[in-house]
């Protein structure tokens, strides 16, 4: 399902994709293979949304690298069934990076979830369903982006 969230997240609009390979991953990519796959797809998928430039396809990171973004992150989101806050109660910034972790289809270990929460990550829930993975991230991506006109827009440096 990595390749059908890579294309629907190009198409709306991220910046940057970083597989991770979760506690409860049954898929285990980490060949140069798939890293060419993955951004073939992002190109093509940039291509048929008209995006003016590409996402950034990173090499898999680990659990310590994901706490890494979150703490750096304007906005750090998990997206965890058993959240008690929605996504919709959460403010957009006009500004900064916003990370959303999207677990696999086995769902974020107890553990997972309280580095998440450690590295200042704020844990919410889409709605009353479980999305699959390659779902939740689209979705969530969506929600954020109809709050905000500036979505999306990027400078070059």
Do not use: Y
Not at 91 to 105: K, Q, Y
Request: proline content about 5%; overall charge neutral; charged content about 20%.
């Amino acid at each position: 399902r990595a390749d059908t969230a890579i294309e629907m997240l190009t198409e709306l609009g991220a910046a940057d994709i970083h597989p991770w390979n979760a506690q409860h991953s049954i898929a285990k990519w980490d060949d140069e293979k798939t890293q060419v796959k993955w951004q073939r797809i992002a190109r093509e998928a940039s291509k048929q949304s008209r995006r003016s430039w590409l996402p950034v396809v990173h090499d898999v990171v680990s659990t310590a690298g994901v706490c890494q973004l979150l703490a750096a992150a304007q906005t750090a989101l998990v997206l965890h069934e058993a959240a008690t806050s929605a996504l919709a109660d959460v403010p957009v910034p006009v500004r900064g990076d916003v990370v959303v972790v999207v677990g696999p289809e086995g769902g974020l270990s107890p553990g997972e979830v309280e580095q998440f929460a450690a590295a200042g990550a704020r844990i919410v829930r889409m709605g009353a369903t479980v999305l699959r993975t390659s779902t939740a991230g689209a979705a969530a991506l969506a929600a954020l982006a109809s709050r905000t006109p500036a979505w999306g827009a990027r400078m070059a440096p």
